[in-house]
């Protein structure tokens, strides 16, 4: 069974679409995260969310949202795409906060904006 | 600021050893964490220092100083397979994840 598991793993689209992103992961994990990864390689953190809080990085634009149906869903709608939103997003989980740099990673989801 | 700098590349030969350094300023500490990742995949985890000194793991084995912000990675009997981006991330006060750019590792025959 797949741990962290996210769809689609190749997305292409147009500027101005909105497209969205899933993720589950089967652990049993309290934390689950989205990152970016551009094409210099920087993992970026984007959101993290467990039953009490979501953080969000401020220098995440509102266009991206995380929705969080139950504790083993975290999914990522982008709106409006632009150029500068094509990357590898990842979705990963942390059994909690005292392990939260053990991260279990999705296998990366490759958005290309046309 | 928090920063944590890592060489952007370096090459090895097969068999060979290898000592990845990563130096790291955050607001405050609660592990160091190593990560590999191959091209086109997701990052894995390796490795958790959270006090001062060595941690062996096979082939691989971290060290960390806390009073000098400091870490390596060393990696020994060199395979083809290691060629790979180890990234190194620091865990800080509020248990967020600070991480480096990574650095790619070339292994040559």
């Known amino acids: 069974d797949t741990a962290v598991s996210q769809t689609p793993k190749y997305l292409v689209t147009q500027m101005g679409n909105d497209k969205s992103i899933k993720c589950e992961q089967n652990l049993g994990h309290d934390t689950m995260y989205w990152y970016k990864q551009d094409s210099k390689k920087f993992l970026k953190i984007m959101f993290s969310y467990n039953n009490k809080e979501l953080i969000i990085n401020e220098t995440v634009p509102n266009r991206f949202s995380p929705k969080s149906p139950d504790k083993a869903h975290l999914n990522l709608h982008i709106n409006s795409l632009e150029l500068g939103d094509s990357a590898v997003y990842f979705c990963?989980?942390?059994?909690?906060?005292?392990?939260?740099?053990?991260?279990?990673f999705g296998e990366g989801s490759r958005l290309t904006v046309l | 600021g928090q920063n944590i700098d890592q060489p952007t590349e370096m090459t090895a030969t097969e068999g060979a050893i290898v000592q990845i350094n990563c130096t790291y300023q955050t607001s405050g500490f609660n592990g160091l964490f190593w990560y590999q990742q191959h091209a086109g995949e997701a990052p894995t985890f390796l490795s958790y220092n959270v006090l001062d000194g060595l941690e062996e793991k096979g082939r691989f084995s971290s060290f960390l100083s806390r009073s000098k912000g400091y870490s390596y990675l060393l990696l020994k009997e060199l395979q083809m397979k290691d060629s790979a981006s180890y990234l190194c991330a620091v865990l800080d006060s509020n248990y967020q994840l600070i991480w480096g750019a990574g650095t790619k590792l070339i292994i040559k025959p």
């Open positions: 990963a989980s942390s059994r909690g906060e005292s392990v939260a740099g053990e991260l279990f």
